[in-house]
């Protein structure tokens, strides 16, 4: 039986916190910023926490459940 392997893409976009909560970037903040409000952009800079109905799909992709 081979070795479980993690998905990339969500190796790279979360990260699980001290308390086992999962991180993520907010998205909508990489390019076209000139008619985004500063209030808007500077929500959008702050991390966020995945929502609970989906942390089983992404520790599943994380190979972590």
Known sequence: M???KTK???KKRFKLTGTGKIKRKHAFKSHILTKKSKKRKLRLTHDGLVH???RMNVLKQLKLK
């Open 2 to 4: 081979p070795k479980m």
């Open 52 to 54: 609970k109905a989906d």
């Open 8 to 10: 990339s893409s969500a």
